[in-house]
C-alpha cells in the first residue's frame, strides 16, 4: 500500500511538471512565432514567402535587406517605396530624440513643482494629466491637424514633434513626480542650509538622485514616438520628411505588396527600440512602477 501510494504521488509530480513545462511552451510559441514568421518572410524569396504552408526552414536570402539597404548609400532620389525605409529611420531618430528631450527637461522642472512645491491644482492637475491617457490617441488627431495646420506646421517634422509631445508628457510629468515623491524632502533642506539656492538644490542634489527616472522617461517617450504611425501618416506627407512606420505602410498598395521588404524593414524598425528596452529595462521597469499609489 504504501509503496502504491509513493507510486500515485511521484506520477502526480511529473504531471505537474509536464503541465507547466506544457503551459511555458505554449505561452512561448504563442509569443515568438510571430517573429519568426517576421524572421522567416523577411530572410526568404517572394515565392517562398507566398507558400502555403510555410517553409519553416527555408534557404537563406538576403536580397530584402540588401534592396533596402543599397538605397542608403545611393545619391539618386527615391524610385520605389523601398527607398524610403532608410530616410525614414533617419527622420524618425530626429523626431524621437527630441521628443525624448524635450520630454526629460519639461517632465523633470514639472515633476519637481508638483512634488515640492503646493499652490493651487499642485495636488489635482497630476491626477488629471495621467487620467488624460485614458482618451483615445486618434481622437486628438482632428485638433492636433488643425492647430498645426494654422500655424503651417503640418508636413514637418516639427509639427510631428509637437504632437507626440501632446500625448507623451503628462505621463511623463507624473512619472518623475512620482519619483521626486520617492526623494526625502530633507535631502533638499540640507542643500539649503549648506547654502544652495533652490535653484541649485534641483539641478546638483535632486536631479543627479533622479537619474534612473530620468532614463525611464527618456525611453519611454522616445519608444512612442518612434512606435507612431497614425500622427505620423497624417500629420506629414511629404516623401522627405516621411518617418518610418508611415514608409513602411507605403510598401503595401494596389500595384505592389513586397512582403518581404515589409519584413525586413519592420525588422530594421524594431531594432532601436529593442536594443535600448535590453539594455535599459531596470530603469524603465523602475521608472514605471515608482509611481504606484503615489498619484
Request: aromatic share 10%; with cysteine.
Amino acid at each position: 500500500m504504501i509503496a502504491a501510494g509513493g507510486h500515485g504521488r511521484t506520477a502526480r509530480r511529473i504531471a505537474v511538471r509536464a503541465l507547466r513545462a506544457g503551459t511555458v511552451l505554449a505561452l512561448l510559441a504563442w509569443v515568438l512565432l510571430p517573429f519568426y514568421f517576421l524572421l522567416l518572410v523577411a530572410l526568404t524569396s517572394r515565392a517562398d514567402s507566398l507558400r502555403t504552408p510555410p517553409r519553416w526552414i527555408p534557404a537563406m536570402d538576403f536580397g530584402s535587406f540588401r534592396k533596402i539597404l543599397d538605397s542608403a548609400f545611393s545619391s539618386a532620389p527615391p524610385s520605389n517605396p523601398s527607398d524610403l525605409i532608410v530616410p525614414g529611420m533617419q527622420n524618425s531618430a530626429v523626431v524621437a530624440v527630441c521628443v525624448a528631450a524635450l520630454n526629460i527637461v519639461i517632465a523633470s522642472t514639472a515633476g519637481y513643482a508638483f512634488a515640492r512645491f503646493r499652490f493651487p491644482g499642485s495636488r489635482t492637475v497630476p491626477g488629471l494629466m495621467l487620467g488624460s491617457q485614458l482618451v483615445p490617441v486618434f481622437a486628438l488627431v482632428v485638433p492636433f491637424y488643425v492647430m498645426l495646420h494654422s500655424l503651417g506646421l503640418t508636413d514637418t517634422r516639427a509639427g510631428v514633434v509637437i504632437a507626440h509631445l501632446g500625448f507623451t508628457v503628462p505621463f511623463s510629468v507624473w512619472m518623475m513626480r512620482a519619483y521626486f515623491n520617492g526623494i526625502p524632502v530633507e535631502v533638499d533642506r540640507a542643500a539649503m542650509i549648506d547654502g544652495c539656492t533652490r535653484w541649485q538644490v534641483f539641478a546638483r542634489v535632486v536631479l543627479p538622485l533622479a537619474r534612473p527616472g530620468i532614463i525611464s522617461v527618456g525611453l519611454f517617450s522616445f519608444m512612442v514616438s518612434w512606435n507612431d504611425f497614425l500622427f505620423a501618416l497624417v500629420l506629414n506627407s511629404r516623401t522627405d520628411a516621411m518617418l518610418i512606420q508611415p514608409a513602411i505602410s507605403g510598401l503595401y498598395n494596389v500595384r505592389e505588396q513586397s512582403f518581404g521588404i515589409m519584413a525586413a524593414g519592420t525588422l530594421l524598425a524594431a531594432l532601436p527600440t529593442m536594443l535600448l528596452a535590453l539594455v535599459s529595462q531596470r530603469f524603465l521597469v523602475r521608472g514605471l512602477t515608482s509611481g504606484v499609489g503615489k498619484v
